[in-house]
Every structure is written in C-alpha cells, then in structure tokens.
C-alpha cells in the first residue's frame, strides 16, 4: 500500500471515530434531555398537585372536619374498650362459662388474630365502594355482633360473636386513617391522626375501671349494651354527617368510564398483605408490631401481677391502675401528633421540599428510650418487689406517653409514604401489629409463670430495640427504598391520581 492509501486510510478511520463520538454525544445528550423532560414532566405535575393543595384540602371547614374526627375517633374507640374492658371481669366471665381465666385471655388473643384478618378482607372496601358506605356498613354488623355477644349463652357464642366483633370493628383504624388522609394537608396530618388515635387510647382507660364497676355492681354483659349504645350513636352521626370524602373511588370511575349500572370490581383480599412487598413498609411494620406487643404484654396480666402484688382484689380498685397508662396513651396521643407534624414543618423548611420520613424524627428518643426503659423498670420492680405502689404506676403513665408519641407517626407515614397502593399500606400495618397484639396477650400469662414479670419485660424491650434499630434504617434509608418503586417501578400518572 503506498504513502498516500495509507494516508488516507487513517484519515479516514479518524473521520469514521469523529462521527462515532459525535453520534454517542448526541445519544448522550438525548439521554440527559429525555432525562430532564421526564423530571420537568414530575415537577410540572407535582407542582400542579401542590397548587392544587389548597383547593383539595379547603373542601371542609374546621368545624366539619372536627366533626369527622370525632365519628372516627369514638368508632376506634369501640374495638378496644370491648378488648380492654374484659380484663377485671376475666374471673367472672370465666366462673360463668365453667372455664378459665387463661381460656378468656385465649379469646382476647383470638380477638386480636380477627383484628389482624379483618383489615385484608375489609380494608380494601375503603377505596373499591367509598369511605362512608364501608363505615356505616362495618359500624351496623358491630352494633349487631355487640348485642350477640350480649346475649351469649356459652363458651363457643361467646367466641364466635366476639370474633365477630372484633372483624366488623377494626376496619375502622384504616379506613379513619385514609379519611384524615383524604381531608388534612399532610402538614397536619399527625395531629389529625393524633386525635382520632385518641379515641382508641381511651380504650385502655376506660375500659378496665368500666369493666371493673360493671363487674362489680352489674354484671358483664352491660359492658357489651354500653358498646351497643355508643355504637348505634355514632352510627346516626355517620348516617347524618359523614361524607364521602374519597377522591378516587373505584365504583365510581368505572362507572363514569363504561356508563353501566352493574359491573364487576376486583378485589383482591391479598393486596393488603402484598403490600409488605415494599421495604420501607416492612420496618414500619416492625416498629408498630413491638409498640403493640409492648402494650398488650403490659396491659393483659396488670389484673395478675399488679394486683396481687399490692393485695388487690376488688376489680374497681383494680381496674384504677389501668387509668396510669391509660392516661399516658390520652397526653401522648396529643401530643406525638403536633410534635410529629413539627418535624416534618422543619425539614421541609430545611430543605425546600417535603418527605413522609420527616415524621419519624419526632420518634427515637421516645421509641429508643422511654419505652423499653420503662417497661424495664416496671417488671424488675415488680419482680423484686422493690420501690412500692408509685414506681410502676408512674413507669405506666410515662411508658404509654412514650408509645403514643410513637403512633401518629406510624400511621401518618403509611399512608403518606405509599399513595399508590390507597389504603393497603395503612390496613397492612394495623394486620401486623394487631398479629403482634394477639401474641403478647396469648403469651406473656405464660412467660410470666414460667420466667417472671421482670424477665417477660426484658423480652419486650429488646423488641423495642430491634424496632429502634429498623427506625433507624427507615429514616435514613426510607426515601431511597420509596424510590425504588413509587417512581421508576410505578407509573407516574396512577401515583399522581392517587395522591389526587
């Protein structure tokens, strides 16, 4: 080949190099415009949304959301008051039906399997037919099963009609939850949570001493009529005042869409559960599960430990000491939510824009700290019987302040961290943590008789730290993990409309 082939061949693979780079630089430069479309495409709509915030959440004045946060929270107030209010009246009920203490704290424990069902069945219902029909629907069957329960004549009706109770009364958490969801800015989400919350704290204060004076000067079955009647009136209030305040319902966009009158919807009880799929949704299960387990190990054997420790035993006087974490759980649940909400005010201001996992910054030294010291002190006192009546009463208040610090949070995350997924996040939550329940009260009569109250304590508080420890992980890694789905797994408009 002479000089000048070889000359021109290189030149020629120099130009066929330039052009290589010049159509790979272009590739790159359409990659990074497709990129950058994409994100204004996001930030176009996202803003949209935002704008539209205002408009969205303006529907209902203060007044009227005050009022659908009283009908949620008195409903959530019902499932635990019927769980909580047995507890004096375990020996009672027990001698009537010719059985155990241990076999009516079995069905408090199958109470709490049924809570944990119940939302996988019932919890979809919420955004397939619409808030208001699903709540009205649940409250009647639990106004039924309540006066069944009454009317018990045996073990086995017994069982049954309170499975059934507790069925028709939990979906109340999930769909109260999404309500808050569907009528407060996230901004003020936690204290909205935190106030329907407040209603299933009062369980724990209420109905152990209503439980106990009922036990005494009644008999038992007039704390299911008193549920009866609280039930049918917040029944009427829903019927009268509560709207449908779902922006995306099932039903009705079908219905707009195909204009029929009859039409199948899916439904698939399983959603919920596939749910913990997502990362992020399985450590906000841990964590809720070990608040729960907590509560339930605390409050199920007070009438076994508490009361012969200190020579108890009329149920009233009893039933008094649940008032101590009762009334932590009612101050909590205040104030978690306006201390939840701070956080996410803050780092918003901090960084210009907002994230679910900001909430959760209101929870370690709560979660991390005064819960398992607490209960930790609570059952080695008890167990070497050291430091009289005061220290497990105040460890009590002190403890349930610190859970509920903890549970708008929780709740307030769910259903903002995943609104693609509707109602499922919050429903799958409350099956885990309701499954966790069902444990501690099957379980901890059991470790108590075989390990102590002290030993049984420390179970419980190394939960929690194994809970702190995915708070941890969720906080710091929670925004990535949500990345992972909610954007590129997920499509854009479905998770725009739902949040919608």
Same mark, same amino acid.
């Given at each position: 080949? @002479?000089?000048?082939?070889?000359? /021109?061949s #290189?030149? !020629?693979r120099?130009? +066929?190099? $330039?052009?290589? =780079?010049?159509t790979?630089?272009?590739?790159?430069?359409?990659?990074?415009? @497709?990129?950058?479309?994409?994100? /204004?495409i #996001?930030? !176009?709509?996202?803003t +949209?949304? $935002?704008?539209? =915030?205002?408009?969205?959440?303006?529907?209902?004045?203060?007044?009227?959301?005050?009022?659908?946060?009283?009908?949620?929270?008195?409903?959530?107030?019902?499932?635990?008051?019927?769980?909580m209010?047995?507890?004096?009246?375990?020996?009672?009920?027990?001698e009537?039906?010719?059985?155990?203490?241990?076999?009516?704290?079995?069905?408090?424990?199958?109470y709490?399997i049924v809570?944990?069902?119940?939302?996988?069945?019932?919890?979809?219902?919420?955004?397939?037919y619409?808030?208001?029909?699903?709540?009205?629907l649940c409250?009647?069957l639990?106004?039924?099963t309540t006066?069944?329960?009454?009317?018990?004549?045996?073990?086995?009706?017994f069982?049954?009609?309170?499975?059934?109770?507790?069925?028709?009364g939990?979906?109340?958490?999930?769909?109260?939850?999404?309500?808050?969801?569907?009528i407060?800015?996230?901004?003020e989400?936690?204290?909205?949570?935190?106030?329907?919350?407040?209603?299933?704290?009062?369980?724990?204060?209420?109905?152990?001493?209503?439980?106990?004076?009922?036990?005494?000067?009644?008999?038992?079955?007039v704390?299911?009529?008193?549920?009866?009647?609280?039930?049918?009136?917040?029944l009427?209030?829903?019927?009268?005042?509560?709207?449908?305040?779902?922006?995306?319902?099932?039903?009705?966009?079908?219905?707009?869409?195909?204009?029929?009158?009859?039409?199948?919807?899916?439904?698939?009880p399983?959603?919920?559960?596939?749910a913990?799929?997502?990362?992020?949704?399985?450590?906000?299960?841990?964590?809720?599960?070990?608040?729960?387990?907590?509560?339930?190990?605390?409050?199920?054997?007070?009438?076994?430990?508490?009361?012969?420790?200190?020579?108890?035993?009329d149920?009233?006087?009893?039933?008094?000491?649940?008032?101590?974490?009762?009334?932590?759980?009612?101050?909590?649940?205040?104030?978690?939510?306006?201390?939840?909400?701070?956080?996410?005010?803050?780092?918003?201001k901090?960084?210009?824009?907002?994230?679910?996992?900001?909430?959760?910054?209101?929870?370690?030294?709560?979660?991390?700290?005064?819960?398992?010291?607490?209960?930790?002190?609570?059952?080695?006192?008890?167990?070497?019987?050291?430091?009289?009546?005061?220290?497990?009463i105040?460890?009590?208040?002190?403890?349930?302040?610190?859970?509920?610090?903890?549970?708008?949070?929780?709740?307030?995350?769910?259903?903002?961290?995943?609104?693609?997924?509707?109602?499922?996040?919050i429903?799958?939550?409350?099956?885990?943590?309701?499954?966790?329940a069902?444990?501690?009260?099957?379980?901890?009569?059991?470790?108590?008789?075989?390990?102590?109250?002290?030993?049984?304590?420390?179970?419980?508080?190394?939960?929690?730290?194994?809970?702190?420890?995915?708070?941890?992980?969720?906080?710091?890694?929670?925004?990535?993990?949500?990345?992972?789905?909610?954007?590129?797994?997920?499509?854009?408009?479905?998770?725009?409309?739902s949040?919608?």
């Amino acid at each position: 080949m @002479s000089t000048i082939d070889k000359l /021109e061949s #290189i030149k !020629s693979r120099k130009n +066929e190099t $330039e052009a290589n =780079e010049n159509t790979l630089e272009r590739h790159e430069n359409d990659d990074e415009e @497709s990129q950058r479309q994409s994100k /204004e495409i #996001i930030d !176009s709509k996202t803003t +949209e949304y $935002e704008d539209d =915030e205002d408009e969205i959440y303006s529907k209902y004045s203060p007044a009227k959301k005050r009022l659908f946060v009283f009908i949620v929270a008195l409903s959530c107030f019902l499932s635990p008051i019927s769980s909580m209010a047995l507890l004096p009246a375990v020996s009672v009920i027990a001698e009537r039906f010719n059985t155990t203490g241990v076999i009516i704290n079995v069905s408090n424990a199958v109470y709490c399997i049924v809570m944990a069902i119940s939302p996988c069945v019932l919890g979809p219902f919420g955004y397939l037919y619409g808030r208001r029909i699903t709540f009205i629907l649940c409250l009647s069957l639990f106004v039924i099963t309540t006066i069944l329960t009454a009317l018990s004549q045996n073990l086995a009706m017994f069982f049954i009609f309170r499975a059934l109770c507790a069925f028709f009364g939990t979906p109340f958490f999930s769909v109260g939850a999404t309500i808050i969801g569907d009528i407060y800015k996230p901004e003020e989400r936690g204290t909205g949570n935190a106030w329907t919350l407040s209603g299933s704290q009062l369980g724990p204060i209420i109905g152990p001493v209503l439980g106990g004076i009922c036990v005494t000067y009644t008999s038992w079955r007039v704390i299911f009529w008193i549920q009866v009647g609280l039930a049918s009136f917040d029944l009427i209030l829903s019927i009268l005042f509560l709207p449908e305040t779902g922006r995306n319902i099932a039903i009705v966009n079908i219905k707009k869409e195909t204009g029929k009158t009859v039409y199948w919807v899916p439904y698939n009880p399983f959603s919920v559960i596939l749910a913990f799929k997502y990362k992020n949704l399985i450590l906000a299960g841990i964590i809720s599960s070990s608040l729960h387990y907590n509560m339930y190990s605390l409050l199920t054997p007070i009438r076994y430990v508490v009361d012969p420790r200190f020579g108890l035993e009329d149920p009233v006087y009893g039933g008094l000491f649940y008032l101590a974490p009762g009334g932590g759980y009612l101050v909590g649940s205040f104030l978690g939510g306006r201390w939840a909400d701070y956080h996410v005010r803050k780092y918003k201001k901090l960084r210009g824009r907002r994230i679910p996992e900001d909430r959760l910054r209101s929870m370690p030294f709560a979660y991390g700290v005064i819960v398992p010291g607490t209960i930790l002190i609570y059952g080695w006192v008890l167990e070497k019987e050291k430091g009289g009546m005061a220290v497990p009463i105040i460890m009590m208040f002190i403890g349930g302040f610190g859970q509920t610090i903890c549970f708008p949070s929780v709740n307030s995350y769910c259903v903002d961290s995943m609104p693609q997924l509707k109602g499922d996040a919050i429903s799958g939550n409350y099956a885990i943590r309701f499954i966790a329940a069902a444990i501690g009260s099957a379980t901890v009569l059991i470790q108590i008789n075989h390990i102590g109250i002290g030993w049984t304590c420390t179970i419980s508080a190394c939960f929690l730290w194994t809970g702190s420890f995915a708070l941890f992980l969720l906080i710091r890694y929670g925004e990535r993990m949500r990345g992972q789905y909610d954007i590129s797994k997920e499509p854009i408009e479905a998770t725009l409309e739902s949040k919608a």
